[in-house]
């Protein structure tokens, strides 16, 4: 956000509901305290991503002159590109205006190499977007949750279980590795604390078509790993049963 250079005409006590030091605030953090939290919408003109603002290619958002990156804004959210000379087949693809605006904070917009190592640490969301993809004629699908036998409630051996089987189906499955990795919250947070962060390769693929999404943006197919139904249950650790006391196939979240 750029300052304006004018204090504001509010009384001085607006300095510490600011959390800055006494005096008059300067007009634009007012207005801009004022838009989000009562009026829960951007400021117009005043901040980075205000809708009133233009984004250009040398502009992330706002001037940096060891900025990377170009950022371009679509239907399905913002599409980063890193531009250092380095030929990559993909790009990131983030829907949190507040994620462009921590790149930009954090100067992670100055380092293409570790950009995606950032997010990934961070547990940031975001999406891979890759121009290329594997095609094979078919692909193992997962059976999903392991089926325990009826009425057979979760012990903690069942928790040392799944943890091992969840090893192994993001050992087994890569592109659910990493659409977990990309996901942020909990499928992240699970994915992090069974095996170790992998590399940039294993993050951005290309992985197979069949456990991949397609988006058509400008003209150019990009694909990005996703998580079936069934896989988000076997990473949170689903337990599942043959029959339910009320209602047959039931699924319940394990016991931790």
Same mark, same amino acid.
């Given at each position: %956000? @750029?300052? *304006?250079?004018?204090?504001?005409? $509010?009384?001085?006590?607006?300095?510490?509901?600011?959390?800055?030091?006494? #005096?008059?605030?300067? $007009?634009?953090?007012?207005?801009?305290?004022?838009?989000?939290?009562?009026?829960? $919408?951007?400021?117009?003109?005043?901040? @980075?991503?205000?809708?009133?603002?233009?984004?250009?290619?040398?502009?992330? =958002?706002? =001037?940096?002159?060891?900025?990377?990156?170009?950022? *371009?804004?679509? $239907?399905?959210?913002?599409?980063? +590109?890193?531009?250092?000379?380095?030929?990559?087949?993909?790009?990131?693809?983030?829907? @949190?205006?507040?994620?462009?605006?921590?790149?930009?904070?954090?100067?992670?917009?100055?380092?293409?190499?570790?950009?995606?190592?950032?997010?990934?640490?961070? #547990?940031?969301? &975001?999406?891979?977007?890759?121009?290329?993809?594997?095609?094979? *004629?078919? &692909?193992?699908?997962?059976? #999903?949750?392991?089926?325990?036998?009826?009425?057979?409630?979760?012990?903690?051996?069942?928790?040392?279980?799944?943890?091992?089987?969840?090893? +192994? &189906?993001?050992?087994?499955?890569?592109?659910?590795?990493?659409?977990?990795?990309?996901?942020?919250?909990?499928?992240?947070?699970? *994915?992090?604390?069974?095996?170790?962060?992998?590399?940039?390769?294993?993050?951005?693929?290309? &992985?197979?078509?069949?456990?991949?999404?397609?988006?058509?943006?400008? #003209?150019?197919?990009?694909?990005?790993?996703?998580?079936?139904?069934?896989?988000?249950?076997?990473?949170?650790?689903?337990?599942?049963?043959?029959?339910?006391?009320?209602?047959?196939?039931?699924?319940?979240? %394990?016991?931790?």
């Amino acid at each position: %956000m @750029d300052l *304006s250079g004018t204090p504001c005409g $509010e009384k001085s006590y607006w300095s510490r509901k600011l959390g800055l030091p006494p #005096g008059q605030p300067d $007009e634009n953090l007012f207005h801009l305290y004022e838009a989000v939290v009562s009026r829960c $919408e951007w400021p117009p003109n005043i901040c @980075d991503l205000s809708p009133e603002t233009t984004l250009t290619p040398e502009t992330f =958002p706002s =001037p940096n002159l060891t900025n990377l990156l170009t950022l *371009s804004s679509t $239907e399905f959210g913002y599409v980063v +590109d890193i531009q250092d000379r380095v030929t990559r087949p993909w790009k990131l693809l983030i829907s @949190d205006p507040l994620t462009i605006l921590q790149i930009e904070r954090e100067r992670w917009c100055s380092d293409g190499n570790n950009l995606l190592t950032h997010l990934v640490t961070n #547990g940031i969301p &975001f999406q891979v977007l890759h121009q290329n993809v594997l095609k094979t *004629s078919s &692909f193992p699908d997962h059976p #999903g949750p392991t089926l325990h036998p009826t009425g057979k409630d979760p012990l903690l051996i069942d928790y040392f279980a799944y943890r091992h089987d969840l090893v +192994d &189906f993001l050992s087994t499955y890569p592109h659910a590795r990493a659409a977990a990795l990309c996901a942020g919250g909990i499928l992240w947070r699970l *994915s992090v604390d069974v095996l170790a962060l992998p590399s940039e390769t294993d993050i951005v693929g290309p &992985f197979d078509h069949h456990a991949c999404i397609s988006r058509n943006i400008n #003209g150019i197919t990009y694909w990005t790993p996703r998580l079936t139904e069934q896989e988000q249950q076997v990473l949170v650790g689903v337990y599942r049963w043959a029959e339910s006391k009320s209602s047959p196939n039931l699924p319940s979240p %394990m016991l931790r």
